[in-house]
């Protein structure tokens, strides 16, 4: 994906942005000596452990472990992807993004402009639509929706008829396309095109910064489908985005609670009766990416259902997805409203007062969870436990470490009659199985790395690439067996082909790679061994030197256990035994 924007690009825009201004916009922060801090964004936090180093251009937290550089801060904190992130920088700075030539055709090497401008002007159009449509405002007004209401969240209508926005918006071929491409236009087999959106009060669905992605489309009388969504495309997935987020940012400064429903009328008429930090899932299941945008903006999170059986279908989908993401700080409830009503219905059947008091009262995660299973499982006997036992292990063996993870397998202890200790040891044993598999797992907060000169030489490699001019990594470590010493043999020749690389892109350059997580681990990484500046490039060339003396014995040793011939150079080396 990275070799489509050519890397001198990203290196020089990594360069030139400031990730203590990026971060600082979003994430007000406070000097710590030669570093800043905050509370961590990604995770709710009384004290902050979230770092920002402006030397290295790196950010890290030592309560959850997110980490990167500015590409990868907002990619994590405004849910962007990799190429939206790098744009997003590169408007800042002014600059437009260059495109490889490379002959393939791909659609991430799209201009997306021309698709946020078609979609602005289709909103536009359907808004215009709307005022002279008296059925249309008739409908909204049933529903209790003003005209002000209305304007916030951009709701137009789309007419009757099979050619509407083609026939205004579509009279150039590219134009025509855009609104193919967005799915606003549809194309028949025989090249004629038509309107998806007809005869519907539409709903403009916003990113992050407000711009229109697509739409939902809503039908007036009877009729299938009841709701009509804009197929996904280059600047809409589904999976990603909240309705209603971005109006609910603009709404509020501090946002205490976000609640989840289902539909966008649901969404609209809460904010009618004041009720204005309701977002909407665009599909039926709440997806973890979407989980983890809504904690991204609050602490707490409330989701919505109907009472009946497929609501509380939904909202164990969204109980698992939420358990993976959940942390120590974080609230989720779980809403369900008698069956046959919405929020739509019932808010404007009881107001805003008795609805908040729903929210209120909303089941905690703990209780729907355990309540969930006891329902499902008879629990008087011992294979009902055992069944519960089980069913409860694998879902919090998904969740972070944390108090929340603690008390649950406590209630799961109490509930199956088995010991916390026992639970804890089924839970941690699949964890540690997980853990062995991979290699070069991060170190907690610096532990080990003394020990390991591998990471140290890792570490200082990483956060000052000029080393690799005053030190030349051994050309043996490309074929050594340990891993390590193969990752410091490829920094070191990425660095030789771009000498004046900062660490910041340096890193980049992993991104999604095997080592990713190692080196920005290590990235920021802070042991005495790395933070003074005067020792770093002795320290460097030493921890090298014993890496290359170590690495050698052992390629000498295994050459006599193969019986191999040693020259009386080699003999010498060996003799010497180079240890530590
Ligand atoms: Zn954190």
């Known amino acids: 994906m990275a070799g489509r924007i050519p890397q001198n690009f990203i290196d020089d825009l990594i360069a030139r942005s400031d990730i203590v201004e990026v971060i600082n916009t979003r994430v007000p922060l406070k000097r710590k000596g030669k570093e800043f801090s905050a509370c961590c964004p990604f995770h709710n936090e009384k004290t902050p452990s979230f770092t920002v180093s402006e030397n290295k251009q790196f950010f890290y937290c030592f309560g959850c472990h997110a980490k990167g550089n500015v590409i990868g801060f907002l990619m994590d904190y405004e849910h962007l992807s990799y190429i939206d992130a790098i744009e997003s920088l590169a408007a800042d700075a002014h600059v437009d993004v260059p495109h490889e030539d490379n002959g393939f055709s791909n659609q991430n090497k799209e201009d997306k402009q021309p698709y946020y401008k078609i979609l602005e002007q289709a909103s536009e159009l359907f808004q215009q639509e709307l005022k002279t449509s008296a059925r249309a405002i008739d409908y909204l007004k049933q529903r209790g ?11 137009g209508y789309a007419p009757d008829g099979w050619n509407f926005l083609s026939g205004s918006l579509g009279k150039t071929t590219d134009k025509l396309n855009s609104l193919i491409k967005t799915g606003l236009v549809v194309t028949k087999e025989n090249d004629k095109t038509y309107d998806r959106f007809r ?8 990113d992050q910064r407000g711009r229109i992605i697509g739409f939902g489309g809503r039908i007036l009388d009877q009729g299938e489908p009841k709701y009509l969504n804009s197929p996904e495309n280059t600047v809409f997935h589904k999976g990603y985005e909240l309705y209603g987020l971005y109006e609910t940012k603009q709404a509020l400064r501090k946002i205490d609670r976000i609640i989840v429903v289902e539909g966008y009328m649901d969404v609209v008429a809460l904010a009618q009766h004041g009720i204005n930090y309701a977002v909407a899932s665009l599909g039926t299941a709440t997806t973890t990416e979407q989980i983890q945008k809504a904690f991204r903006t609050t602490h707490e999170i409330v989701f919505c259902y109907d009472g009946d059986n497929a609501g509380k279908k939904a909202a164990w989908r969204a109980l698992e997805n939420t358990l993976t993401v959940i942390r120590d700080g974080m609230i989720a409830k779980f809403l369900f409203l008698p069956e046959k009503e919405d929020p739509d219905t019932m808010v404007r059947k ?6 908040e008091q729903r929210i209120k009262n909303a089941k905690t995660l703990s209780d729907f969870l355990f309540e969930n299973l006891k329902s499902e499982i008879d629990i008087s006997s011992t294979e009902g436990k055992a069944q519960v036992a ?52 991060k170190p907690a907060r610096g532990q080990q790395i003394s020990n390991n000169k591998t990471r140290l030489a ?27 010493l193969q990752l410091l043999h490829t920094l070191q020749q990425t660095i030789a082909s771009n000498p004046d690389i900062s660490a910041a892109a340096l890193l980049e350059r992993f991104r999604d790679g095997e080592h990713e997580n190692t080196l920005s681990t290590l990235s920021m990484l802070q042991t005495p061994e790395t933070e003074n500046d005067n020792t770093v490039t002795e320290v460097f060339k030493e921890v090298i030197e014993r890496l290359h003396r170590e690495e050698r014995s052992e390629y000498l040793k295994n050459k006599l256990e193969n019986n191999e011939q040693l020259s009386p150079e080699e003999w010498n080396e060996y003799l010497e035994k180079p240890n530590k």
């Open 145 to 155: 929706l003003s005209g002000e209401i209305a304007k916030q969240f951009k709701i």
């Open 199 to 206: 005869d519907r009060i539409i709903f403009p669905i916003t």
């Open 350 to 355: 009881e107001g805003k007062e008795a609805f």
């Open 390 to 441: 089980s069913k409860a292990n694998a879902l919090i063996q998904k969740m972070h470490n944390g108090f929340l993870k603690d008390l649950l397998i406590e209630e799961l202890s109490t509930l199956v009659g088995l010991s916390q200790q026992l639970l804890e040891s089924k839970i941690s044993t699949k964890i540690e199985n997980k853990k062995t598999a991979q290699t070069l797992t």
């Open 458 to 484: 890792v570490a200082l490699l990483i956060q000052n690439p000029i080393l690799a001019s005053h030190h030349t990594v051994p050309d043996m470590f490309k074929h050594a067996a340990n891993k390590g």
